[in-house]
């Protein structure tokens, strides 16, 4: 590929990273890790209020959603947001969305972009 091409493509991929389908997927995954915090609320107060409940981290309490009534749909809904948010972050980190920049204060907040990518990705 020509050093011509290689640009072209840059520049698409840019484009491509700051359309306004990264900003819904970002909407999507912040509203999907919200929920994620609210069900760890819920089974810690569940908890401390002696109505059961267990002690739990998030993949844990995610877990437990298994079995309850809707529960599968939710996950699923979840886990299209866990996707959404990473390819978010991935979008942040590679194609530098937020014009960071090269320097070692955007480098290193693109890599942390990037972690958590990976994070929710894995999630």
């Not at 999507?28 to 994620?36: D, E, M, Y």
């Not at 401390?48 to 267990?54: I, V």
């Not at 309490?61 to 996707?83: K, N, P, S």
Request: glycine share 18%; net charge neutral.
């Amino acid at each position: 590929m020509g050093e011509s091409a290689a640009q072209d493509l840059s520049a698409q991929a840019r484009r491509a990273g700051r359309s306004r389908w990264f900003d819904w997927a970002g909407r999507f995954g912040l509203a999907a890790q919200g929920i994620s915090f609210v069900i760890v609320a819920v089974l810690a107060l569940m908890l401390a209020t002696g109505q059961g409940g267990m002690t739990a981290d998030r993949e844990v309490a995610l877990g437990t959603l298994v079995d309850e009534t809707l529960g599968g749909a939710l996950l699923v809904l979840l886990a299209a947001g866990f996707g959404a948010y990473s390819a978010w972050r991935f979008a942040l980190g590679v194609l530098d969305r937020d014009r960071e920049g090269d320097d070692p204060k955007g480098l290193g907040k693109r890599a942390g972009d990037l972690g958590k990518g990976l994070f929710y990705g894995a999630l």
